[in-house]
């Protein structure tokens, strides 16, 4: 059995979050099934819960817009992932679940000595820090970045990440 998290109408996520059961899913072609091995809480999702976020989802929704598992089956054309890999999902949504389906390609192996803790919010928070510094400025190592609020997810990717590249 499946359990997800869904919503079929916008409001306080106390009101509107449902448990829900349906069948595992099968996989075809490209496709690979994952169970969720680890699903966080971004204060995106309660944004999209409550229907004030920029980008909503069709209702009814499966909730979770980060997340982690492990591949448990492959269809008969992927190549490049397989049973067992840790994979994150950055433009798929839909994590709060225990299984999903997507296709190969929407998947990105995260190698195994990256803990499903930390594997899990991979996709959201060091991802916007990466654009913010590649595509809102040109810096060269030697060069500051000064920030505030630096204890927030970003903040603190913002630094790991200006540290590696000087």
């Known amino acids: 059995m499946n359990r997800l ?4 109408e916008y409001g306080p996520p106390e009101e509107v979050i449902r448990l829900e059961e349906n069948s595992i899913p ?20 309660i944004n999209m819960i409550e229907g004030r976020y920029g980008d909503q989802p069709p209702l009814p929704a499966t909730l979770g817009n980060e997340g982690v598992g492990i591949i448990e089956k492959v269809g008969r054309d992927v190549t490049d992932v397989s049973v067992g890999d840790q994979v994150i999902t950055p433009t798929k949504r839909a994590t709060w679940c225990d299984f999903r389906v997507c296709r190969e390609e929407e998947a990105v192996r995260v190698p195994h000595v990256i803990p499903p803790e930390v594997a899990c919010m991979l996709t959201i928070n060091p991802l916007t820090a990466l654009v913010m510094l590649e595509n809102f400025c040109e ?3 030697g060069e500051y ?3 505030n609020a630096a204890n927030s997810g970003v903040g603190r990717a913002v630094i790991d990440i200006t540290k590696r590249i000087g």
Do not use: S, Y
Not at 5 to 8: D, E, G, T, V
Not at 26 to 45: M, Q, Y
């Open 139 to 141: 810096l060269q190592p």
């Open 145 to 147: 970045v000064i920030q």
């Open 26 to 45: 099968e996989v075809c072609g490209d496709e690979i099934l994952i169970r969720t091995t680890l699903a966080p809480i971004n204060p995106a999702d």
């Open 5 to 8: 998290l869904c919503h079929h």
